[in-house]
């Protein structure tokens, strides 16, 4: 099981790297295209593509998933091939419509949406109208791309994981197209990027066909009511929700506050969240993604002490990866958006200031990956309402905290905002699940956290060290930048595993044990393998 999952993980890891690499690439045709702080293009953009990227969220690779996958792993591995083809049906047809109904709302109501969640656009109304316009084009990627979510649903469940984690690599293709060519062509960077937006979501669904086909899982749409697991999909879903889109309902409301802010803060936002997310991309979501079904089976199963250990497993890999990534951001923040960003229209302030945003964003990616982690313990056991509530709880803290933090320290006090309310999250899911009893911690967390500390923060001073004076980069060229960053990357890398490894982690350790279960669904033997 421990080698399946961490290949699976591995394999959704490493298409999720192609994908995070070509994102990068997109970031740096944006920044050279549109910038941060120079004119309106770059803030009416990224409201706008923001917009259609949060309901895709909620509706497409959070809640829906959340809700579809239990479900699913259930027809899959109790009913006929008959029953599940019906149920599947039944589910595309009312979802399809719901999102038709949905996108043409929003395109509709475009100048009300861009009113409420940026409202400090008002002010400018050349930089709102545009945004209106921007939006109208990119708003329909909703219902494309949350039908390709409901694609990878499937195929996750049937343990194809590679597809689904390599299509959007198609978005940052198109976007990287839109702004080297169609950009220059019509004249308008933000217009060419939305039209952007829009074909690669026409792209990704096309791309799902072959592979749906293959595994014989190819929804036909209908429209019926009253089928049994279409309904406990949505019952699962309404609280999900807002549960699983809890870290974008806070982007959302912190977009909502920057708007008010000087040009430029909602891009540096982003630039920034962009840098967050490549590491939990690549791990947290890969790691996640593998383990909802997986779980959801051993709950199927009634395995409890397995899916305990499948969450102890996947945690103690959250703080093996994530604490170090986390330092690793802090300490090349500037050299990192140098690197990456520093061309065109985007200058040395534009670093500074997404520099800010990103040591606050770094801050809290242990708690974002341990959240997707701990939330997929209810999710698997088809319980939405418990994180929906402690979600609904976390929202408050980031609110209370962004207007706390917003006056002393502008942007960066927002997406520090964010960091300490997903700890809340993720602390209040965590005793959630342990006053559950269905997740009991194996013994060795106290050791597995100081040794993973004492390396992380060897790893820093070197990396800190190593990368020396911001005018080292903002100086050097472009060859010499790239060189300069994978050297200190590969580095860090070697010191902190050769930091675990000294410090007595060895990666035996790191095997989820086998479980034999008895007729009481409970372990009964265990292998050798010695917990960390």
């Given at each position: ?11 959704t890891g ?5 994908s995070?690499?070509t994102?990068?690439?997109?970031d740096i045709a944006?920044a050279?295209?549109?910038g941060?702080?120079?004119?309106i293009?770059?803030?009416a953009?990224y ?9 895709r969220?909620i509706?497409?690779?959070g809640?829906?998933?959340q809700a579809?996958v239990p ?7 109790r009913a006929s091939?008959q029953?599940r083809?019906?149920f599947?049906d039944?589910?595309?047809g009312?979802?399809a419509?719901?999102?038709?109904l949905?996108?043409i709302i929003?395109?509709?109501?475009a100048?009300?949406?861009v ?6 656009f008002r002010a400018s109304?050349?930089k709102?109208?545009l945004t209106?316009?921007?939006?109208r084009?990119?708003f329909?990627?909703?219902?494309f791309v949350?039908?390709v979510?409901?694609?990878?649903g499937i195929?996750?469940s049937h343990?194809?994981f590679?597809?689904?984690?390599f299509?959007?690599?198609?978005l940052n293709?198109c976007?990287i197209?839109a702004?080297?060519?169609l950009?220059?062509a ?15 979501g026409v792209?990704?669904?096309l791309f ?5 086909r293959r ?5 036909r749409?209908r429209?019926?009511?009253g089928?049994a697991g279409?309904?406990r999909?949505?019952?699962?879903m309404?609280?999900a929700?807002f549960?699983s889109s809890?870290?974008q309902?806070?982007l959302?409301?912190?977009t909502?506050l920057a708007?008010f802010?000087v040009n430029?803060s909602?891009a ?6 962009r840098?967050?997310?490549f590491p ?6 890969a ?8 779980l959801?089976r051993?709950h199927?199963?009634k ?10 497993w996947?945690m103690?890999?959250v703080?093996?990866?994530s604490?170090?990534a ?5 300490a090349l923040?500037e ?7 520093m061309y065109?229209?985007?200058?040395v302030h534009?670093?500074s200031?997404s520099?800010?945003?990103?040591i606050?964003f770094?801050l809290g990616l242990p708690a ?6 701990l ?6 056991r088809q319980?939405t309402?418990?994180?929906a ?6 929202v408050?803290a ?10 002393p320290?502008?942007?960066m006090?927002?997406a520090?905002a964010i960091?300490?309310a997903a700890?809340?999250?993720a602390?209040?899911?965590f ?7 269905a ?12 040794r ?5 923060t060897?790893?820093?001073?070197a990396m800190?060290w190593?990368a ?7 100086d050097?060229?472009?060859p010499a930048?790239?060189l300069?960053?994978?050297i200190?990357v ?7 595993i050769a930091g675990?490894l000294?410090l ?5 350790e ?9 007729t009481n ?7 050798t393998?010695r917990?960390l």
């Amino acid at each position: 099981m421990s080698r399946k999952l961490l290949k699976s993980t591995a394999v959704t890891g490493s298409m999720t790297l192609v994908s995070r690499i070509t994102g990068l690439i997109r970031d740096i045709a944006f920044a050279h295209v549109i910038g941060a702080s120079a004119g309106i293009v770059a803030d009416a953009f990224y409201v706008a593509f923001r917009i259609p990227n949060f309901f895709r969220r909620i509706f497409g690779e959070g809640a829906f998933s959340q809700a579809f996958v239990p479900v699913y792993t259930e027809y899959h591995a109790r009913a006929s091939d008959q029953e599940r083809r019906a149920f599947l049906d039944q589910l595309t047809g009312l979802f399809a419509a719901t999102l038709t109904l949905v996108t043409i709302i929003g395109v509709i109501a475009a100048p009300l949406v861009v009113s409420i969640l940026a409202p400090g656009f008002r002010a400018s109304p050349e930089k709102y109208q545009l945004t209106v316009q921007i939006l109208r084009i990119t708003f329909p990627y909703l219902a494309f791309v949350s039908l390709v979510a409901m694609a990878a649903g499937i195929l996750n469940s049937h343990d194809r994981f590679a597809v689904p984690a390599f299509t959007p690599v198609i978005l940052n293709l198109c976007l990287i197209a839109a702004a080297l060519w169609l950009a220059p062509a019509l004249g308008n960077s933000g217009v060419a990027l939305a039209w952007g937006v829009f074909v690669a979501g026409v792209l990704q669904l096309l791309f799902q066909i072959p592979f749906l086909r293959r595994i014989r899982a190819l929804p036909r749409p209908r429209l019926a009511r009253g089928h049994a697991g279409v309904k406990r999909v949505g019952k699962l879903m309404l609280p999900a929700v807002f549960g699983s889109s809890v870290a974008q309902v806070n982007l959302l409301v912190n977009t909502l506050l920057a708007s008010f802010l000087v040009n430029g803060s909602v891009a540096w936002l982003y630039y920034s969240d962009r840098l967050m997310e490549f590491p939990l991309g690549v791990f947290g979501i890969a790691l996640a993604t593998v383990t909802l079904p997986s779980l959801s089976r051993a709950h199927v199963n009634k395995t409890t002490d397995e899916f305990s250990q499948l969450l102890d497993w996947a945690m103690r890999w959250v703080v093996l990866v994530s604490v170090p990534a986390a330092v690793g951001l802090i300490a090349l923040a500037e050299p990192m958006l140098v690197t990456l960003f520093m061309y065109g229209k985007f200058g040395v302030h534009d670093v500074s200031m997404s520099g800010r945003a990103l040591i606050a964003f770094a801050l809290g990616l242990p708690a974002f990956i341990l959240v997707k982690i701990l939330a997929s313990g209810f999710y698997a056991r088809q319980n939405t309402q418990t994180p929906a509530r402690i979600a609904a709880l976390s929202v408050g803290a980031n609110i209370v905290l962004s207007l706390a933090l917003i006056y002393p320290l502008a942007h960066m006090g927002l997406a520090l905002a964010i960091s300490l309310a997903a700890f809340v999250n993720a602390a209040l899911l965590f005793h959630l699940l342990r006053r559950e009893d269905a997740y009991t911690p194996l013994p060795g967390w106290g050791a597995l956290l100081l040794r993973v500390a004492v390396a992380s923060t060897v790893m820093g001073l070197a990396m800190t060290w190593g990368a020396g004076e911001l005018s080292l980069w903002t100086d050097a060229g472009v060859p010499a930048r790239i060189l300069r960053l994978g050297i200190l990357v590969a580095v860090g890398v070697v010191v902190y595993i050769a930091g675990i490894l000294l410090l007595g982690v060895r990666p035996r350790e790191l095997v989820l044990r086998r479980v034999q279960v008895g007729t009481n669904g409970r372990a009964t033997s265990h292998s050798t393998d010695r917990p960390l």
